[in-house]
């Protein structure tokens, strides 16, 4: 680690640093003066130019969590020093044209536009010696980064010094463009070391647990386990309170619960119970509340899960509901027409509205407990009662039906 800090220093500092002086200052003002030309640019310009091109360092202070994030700490050292190699030799490339004003003010423009990223590869050592050094000793191992950093800093012009006095400043330029790359190379192992390469990406508060909640109900809701509804209930209302989404819970897979139906069907109507009382309960807060529309307005917030979980746990539940029609005996391939009715029929329009409304949440709640309520018969009925007397009660029962649907877990 302490090689690649060097070698990061090497590529960074002093590959810009000799494009900069000599090779722009003899370029621009010495060569042009000796020839008794005019020189495109002053020693007042160029003091500004260094002094500004130490302060673009900032802009890259900014710009690298964004890459440590997209790429991990090794894929941000690669980046900065392949782009610290490439932009070393357009500026080369520039330095070596015949100066004119034109190649002057691009000289300067890349040199502003690329330098900031050019310090990502040294911002990236420290992070990566964090994740590596043990918690006691983080501030003496960065203390040793930050010393072999300053070594390389106050060593290496001397040393290239000497190299361009032997071999000439083009020659010492090229030797730290292939530090530069060599830099990059050195770093790629480390992309597929746990910690250093692409970090995985941050599950969402909707599909983990959180520090106030438990860990093992939520852990049974996201494996579409057999779950307890009211302490699950419970646990999305405190979400809603703390103003963090609902748990998107997973259906699972109809295979798994195929051999639990009897225990899922056995708690249907005890759910049912409590889901209307509940709903009766959100009714009355609905007409004392005092503020309405705030209350709706967490409720909606609450809703707004990452919308790839959303998606895949409506598949999960319509391929659930398909496997179970098909080992149920329902085949629905023959007729979809009728099976899309009887859908509609069991589960009547909820709500219209993208989002629910003062005036349309009595509404929203009221369809609500109908439909719970027509489950809820259905499970109540005598034993010794037919399939097709079961149709018709829920028929008579029926919600209204309009186009689309929508769930509700407040």
């Keep these: 680690q302490f090689v690649i800090s060097s070698y990061t220093v090497f590529a960074s500092n002093f590959s810009i640093a000799l494009c900069l002086s000599p090779l722009a200052f003899r370029v621009f003002y010495d060569d042009l003066l000796a020839q008794g030309l005019p020189p495109i640019m002053s020693q007042i310009s160029y003091k500004w130019i260094s002094t500004l091109v130490a302060i673009t360092v900032i802009p890259g202070t900014f710009v690298s969590p964004f890459f440590f994030r997209k790429l991990g700490t090794a894929g941000g050292c690669i980046l900065g020093n392949i782009i610290t190699g490439i932009t070393t030799m357009m500026l080369l490339y520039i330095g070596l044209a015949p100066p004119t004003e034109v190649s002057f003010g691009i000289f300067v423009a890349l040199l502003y536009l690329c330098f900031p990223f050019t310090v990502i590869s040294q911002l990236s050592t420290g992070p990566m010696l964090d994740f590596i050094a043990p918690v006691n ?112 819970a997973s259906p699972g897979n109809y295979e798994s619960d195929k051999l639990r139906l009897a225990d899922l069907r056995a708690q249907a109507k005890e759910d049912y119970i409590f889901t209307m009382q509940q709903t009766d309960d959100y009714i009355t807060t609905t007409n004392k509340s005092d503020d309405l529309q705030g209350l709706l307005d967490s409720v909606n917030k609450a809703y707004e899960g990452d919308p790839e979980l959303v998606k895949k746990a409506n598949a999960e539940l319509g391929q659930w509901f398909a496997d179970y029609l098909q080992d149920a005996g329902y085949e629905a391939q023959t007729c979809p027409q009728l099976t899309k009715q009887m859908i509609m029929t069991a589960f009547p329009v909820i709500c219209e509205d993208e989002q629910l409304t003062v005036d349309n949440i009595q509404e929203v709640l009221l369809n609500y407990r109908r439909v719970y309520r027509n489950f809820l018969n259905m499970e109540t009925l005598p034993e010794d009662e037919t399939i097709g007397d079961r149709v018709g009660r829920l028929l008579a029962h029926g919600g209204r039906v309009t186009s689309s649907t929508r769930s509700l877990a407040w």
């Design 137 to 248: 000793k983080r501030g003496f191992i960065q203390g040793i980064n930050i010393m072999v950093m300053n070594l390389a800093t106050s060593t290496t012009p001397f040393f290239f010094g000497i190299i361009a006095d032997k071999v000439g400043i083009t020659s010492t330029i090229w030797s730290c463009i292939g530090i530069s790359f060599a830099a990059g190379i050195i770093n790629v192992p480390l992309m597929f070391k746990k910690g250093f390469g692409i970090p995985p990406k941050a599950v969402p508060p909707e599909a983990r647990s959180l520090k106030f909640e438990d860990e093992e109900l939520v852990e049974k809701a996201l494996q579409g386990e057999l779950i307890d509804i009211k302490e699950y209930e419970a646990l999305n209302e405190i979400r809603r309170v703390k103003g963090k989404p609902y748990l998107i």
